[in-house]
Protein backbone atom coordinates (compact mmCIF):
# COMPACT_ATOMS: atom_id res chain seq x y z
CA UNK A 1 0.00 0.00 0.00
CA UNK A 2 1.24 3.60 -0.59
CA UNK A 3 2.29 5.56 1.99
CA UNK A 4 -0.38 8.01 0.75
CA UNK A 5 -2.95 5.02 2.12
CA UNK A 6 -0.87 4.41 5.03
CA UNK A 7 -1.14 8.06 6.44
CA UNK A 8 -4.86 7.62 6.07
CA UNK A 9 -5.12 10.45 3.38
CA UNK A 10 -6.90 10.97 -0.05
CA UNK A 11 -5.95 12.18 -3.29
CA UNK A 12 -7.02 15.53 -1.87
CA UNK A 13 -5.26 15.61 1.08
CA UNK A 14 -2.36 14.31 -0.50
CA UNK A 15 -0.34 17.53 0.35
CA UNK A 16 -0.34 17.05 3.90
CA UNK A 17 1.32 13.92 3.78
CA UNK A 18 4.79 13.93 5.43
CA UNK A 19 8.12 11.85 6.08
CA UNK A 20 8.18 12.57 9.86
CA UNK A 21 4.28 11.64 9.42
CA UNK A 22 5.39 8.28 7.80
CA UNK A 23 7.96 7.88 10.51
CA UNK A 24 5.41 7.89 12.98
CA UNK A 25 3.43 5.31 11.67
CA UNK A 26 6.65 3.02 10.89
CA UNK A 27 7.36 3.38 14.63
CA UNK A 28 3.86 2.14 15.76
CA UNK A 29 3.51 -0.70 12.93
CA UNK A 30 6.19 -1.37 10.77
CA UNK A 31 8.10 -4.71 11.62
CA UNK A 32 11.58 -3.69 12.97
CA UNK A 33 10.87 -0.06 13.02
CA UNK A 34 14.66 1.17 13.72
CA UNK A 35 16.08 -0.50 10.16
CA UNK A 36 12.95 0.48 8.75
CA UNK A 37 13.36 3.99 9.74
CA UNK A 38 16.89 4.23 9.15
CA UNK A 39 16.02 2.93 5.74
CA UNK A 40 13.71 5.88 5.04
CA UNK A 41 16.01 8.28 6.42
CA UNK A 42 18.68 6.82 3.84
CA UNK A 43 16.11 7.18 1.09
CA UNK A 44 15.28 11.02 1.81
CA UNK A 45 19.21 11.47 1.50
CA UNK A 46 19.44 9.54 -1.30
CA UNK A 47 16.30 11.32 -3.30
CA UNK A 48 18.40 14.74 -1.80
CA UNK A 49 21.57 13.80 -3.49
CA UNK A 50 20.29 12.87 -6.79
CA UNK A 51 17.48 15.57 -7.31
CA UNK A 52 14.60 13.65 -7.36
CA UNK A 53 12.00 16.07 -5.72
CA UNK A 54 9.13 14.18 -7.10
CA UNK A 55 9.37 11.78 -3.48
CA UNK A 56 5.45 12.46 -2.81
CA UNK A 57 3.36 9.76 -0.44
CA UNK A 58 2.51 7.69 -4.02
CA UNK A 59 6.54 7.16 -4.46
CA UNK A 60 6.19 5.34 -1.17
CA UNK A 61 4.94 1.62 -0.36
CA UNK A 62 4.81 -0.72 2.42
CA UNK A 63 3.88 -4.54 2.30
CA UNK A 64 1.23 -5.63 4.43
CA UNK A 65 1.38 -8.90 6.22
CA UNK A 66 -1.83 -9.12 8.14
CA UNK A 67 -0.73 -7.68 11.27
CA UNK A 68 2.54 -5.59 10.11
CA UNK A 69 3.92 -3.52 7.54
CA UNK A 70 7.51 -3.27 6.00
CA UNK A 71 8.95 -1.08 3.41
CA UNK A 72 9.22 -2.16 -0.40
CA UNK A 73 12.11 -1.51 -1.94
CA UNK A 74 12.44 2.32 -3.41
CA UNK A 75 10.80 3.32 -7.02
CA UNK A 76 10.51 5.97 -9.28
CA UNK A 77 13.30 7.56 -7.78
CA UNK A 78 13.92 10.32 -11.07
CA UNK A 79 16.28 13.26 -11.12
CA UNK A 80 14.20 16.14 -11.77
CA UNK A 81 15.17 19.18 -13.80
CA UNK A 82 16.00 22.39 -12.29
CA UNK A 83 17.91 25.50 -13.15
CA UNK A 84 18.84 27.18 -10.33
CA UNK A 85 20.37 25.26 -6.63
CA UNK A 86 17.18 25.60 -4.38
CA UNK A 87 15.01 22.49 -4.47
CA UNK A 88 12.50 21.59 -1.66
CA UNK A 89 11.08 17.72 -1.59
CA UNK A 90 7.65 17.10 -1.76
CA UNK A 91 6.90 16.11 1.85
CA UNK A 92 8.31 18.17 4.93
CA UNK A 93 11.63 15.79 6.09
CA UNK A 94 11.71 17.62 10.12
CA UNK A 95 8.55 18.48 12.31
CA UNK A 96 9.65 21.85 12.11
CA UNK A 97 8.51 22.27 8.47
CA UNK A 98 11.77 21.81 6.51
CA UNK A 99 11.53 20.33 3.36
CA UNK A 100 14.40 21.65 1.66
CA UNK A 101 17.14 19.70 -0.70
CA UNK A 102 19.40 19.80 2.13
CA UNK A 103 22.06 17.87 4.03
CA UNK A 104 22.53 19.87 6.68
CA UNK A 105 18.74 19.79 7.63
CA UNK A 106 18.21 16.00 7.15
CA UNK A 107 20.93 15.80 10.42
CA UNK A 108 18.80 18.19 12.21
CA UNK A 109 15.85 16.10 11.82
CA UNK A 110 17.99 12.55 12.59
CA UNK A 111 16.16 12.15 15.99
CA UNK A 112 12.69 11.74 14.06
CA UNK A 113 14.07 8.91 12.34
CA UNK A 114 15.45 7.50 15.63
CA UNK A 115 19.26 8.51 14.88
CA UNK A 116 21.93 9.61 16.57
CA UNK A 117 23.16 13.24 14.41
CA UNK A 118 26.24 11.01 14.03
CA UNK A 119 24.58 7.91 12.70
CA UNK A 120 23.06 10.56 10.15
CA UNK A 121 26.17 11.69 9.37
CA UNK A 122 27.60 8.67 8.27
CA UNK A 123 24.51 7.64 6.32
CA UNK A 124 25.15 10.69 4.68
CA UNK A 125 28.61 10.13 4.28
CA UNK A 126 28.58 6.84 2.50
CA UNK A 127 25.92 7.82 0.19
CA UNK A 128 28.30 10.94 -0.70
CA UNK A 129 31.04 8.60 -1.26
CA UNK A 130 29.56 5.96 -3.33
CA UNK A 131 27.61 8.60 -5.49
CA UNK A 132 30.89 10.39 -6.09
CA UNK A 133 33.02 7.02 -6.46
CA UNK A 134 30.23 5.42 -9.02
CA UNK A 135 28.58 8.05 -10.71
CA UNK A 136 30.91 7.78 -14.09
CA UNK A 137 30.21 3.61 -14.03
CA UNK A 138 26.24 4.31 -13.42
CA UNK A 139 26.65 6.86 -16.28
CA UNK A 140 28.46 4.18 -18.59
CA UNK A 141 25.72 1.58 -17.72
CA UNK A 142 22.65 4.05 -18.62
CA UNK A 143 24.21 4.58 -21.72
CA UNK A 144 24.67 8.68 -20.99
CA UNK A 145 26.06 11.02 -23.08
CA UNK A 146 29.01 13.08 -22.34
CA UNK A 147 26.30 16.25 -22.34
CA UNK A 148 23.34 13.94 -20.32
CA UNK A 149 26.31 13.29 -17.96
CA UNK A 150 27.32 17.09 -17.64
CA UNK A 151 23.46 18.09 -17.39
CA UNK A 152 22.96 15.90 -14.55
CA UNK A 153 25.92 15.99 -12.38
CA UNK A 154 25.80 19.09 -9.95
CA UNK A 155 22.75 20.24 -10.96
CA UNK A 156 20.29 17.36 -9.85
CA UNK A 157 22.62 14.79 -9.00
CA UNK A 158 25.18 16.19 -6.24
CA UNK A 159 23.70 20.03 -6.46
CA UNK A 160 25.60 22.29 -4.50
CA UNK A 161 22.54 23.09 -2.73
CA UNK A 162 22.57 20.07 -1.33
CA UNK A 163 25.80 20.36 0.03
CA UNK A 164 25.31 24.13 1.66
CA UNK A 165 26.33 24.11 5.60
CA UNK A 166 26.76 20.24 5.73
CA UNK A 167 29.60 19.77 8.37
CA UNK A 168 32.26 18.28 5.39
CA UNK A 169 30.90 20.62 2.96
CA UNK A 170 29.98 23.87 4.41
CA UNK A 171 30.23 25.95 1.23
Known sequence: MSALTILQLDEMMARYATYH????????RFTRPKDALRELFSRIVFNICVGNTDDHARNHAAFW???????TPAYDICPQARTGGEAAQAMEIGRDGFRRSQLAGCVRA???YLLTPSEAEEIIDHQLDVINA??????????LTEAERLALWG???LNPFV??????HPA
Open 163 to 168: LQGYRS
Open 21 to 28: GLADVVRA
Open 65 to 71: DGSQLGL
Open 134 to 143: QWSDAADVAR
Open 155 to 157: RQI
Open 110 to 112: AET
